[in-house]
Structure formats: C-alpha cells, structure tokens
C-alpha cells in the first residue's frame, strides 16, 4: 500500500504563510498523481489542489487560484503546498491523496472519489 503522511499544518494569522507537505512510502513511488483535498468543519470535503507524477500538469481550486502552489519534488518523493496570504476561510483539516500508479499521459482528477490512498491529514487554523 501507498502510504502518505502530511506535515506542516499549525495556527496562523490572515495574510500569513505556510508549506504543507505530503512524503509517500511503499510501492510505486511518485507514479501517482497526488492531490490536497481539504475538510472545514460542517463542510464537505473539497479538492484544492492536483499534480500529475510526472510534476508538469497543476489543476487549482478557483478559491485558491493565485495563492496557493502545488509541486513536486521528485528526488524527495515529496509534494508541497506552498499558501500564500491565507484566509480565515481557508481553515481545514488538509488531506494528500494518491490516485495508485497510472502512465505520465493520465489526465488529472478534481474528484476525491478517483484517489484510492490518503493520509491522515493535518490541520491549518487561520485566524482573523
């Protein structure tokens, strides 16, 4: 089994920063696309951000479009969310999920229901 694990989550102010990441284990390293869904209380889960395996092809969220980065670092096994000038609104508890192995040509998915592996996610508290 995949097996991902997110760290950088914590409290902070509006219009602050911070970089989230999500490090995979086991099989089939970065030969998945990798995605940050993202849980609000009271809030059904909802898709931030998505990059492919091969790091080329980045699909956002309208909300976060312009403030947020997705990336991967592949020498790291590691994908990176870095936020910028985050907002009350953003609060959440942050989720990295894994599709399973696919071929670099396979499209990127906005649905959580297309990631078969998650981690235990990490929580991001923005005050105002």
């Known amino acids: 089994q995949v097996r991902l694990l997110e760290s950088g989550g914590g409290l902070v102010q509006a219009g602050d920063s911070l970089r989230l990441s999500c490090t995979a284990s086991?099989?089939?390293?970065?030969?998945?696309?990798t995605a940050w869904f993202r849980q609000a209380p009271g809030k059904e889960r909802e898709f931030v951000a998505v990059?492919?395996?091969?790091?080329?092809?980045?699909e956002y969220a309208d909300s976060v479009k312009g403030r947020f980065t997705i990336s991967r670092d592949q020498a790291k096994n590691t994908v990176n969310l870095q936020m910028y000038n985050l907002k009350p609104d953003d609060t959440a508890v942050y989720y990295c999920?894994?599709?399973?192995?696919?071929?670099?040509?396979?499209?990127?998915?906005?649905?959580?229901?297309?990631?078969?592996?998650w981690g235990q996610g990490t929580q991001v508290t923005v005050s105002s």
């Open positions: 999920a894994a599709d399973g192995p696919v071929i670099l040509t396979a499209p990127v998915s906005v649905s959580e229901r297309d990631y078969d592996y």
């Open positions: 086991g099989p089939s390293n970065n030969r998945y696309h």
């Open positions: 990059v492919s395996r091969g790091g080329n092809r980045v």
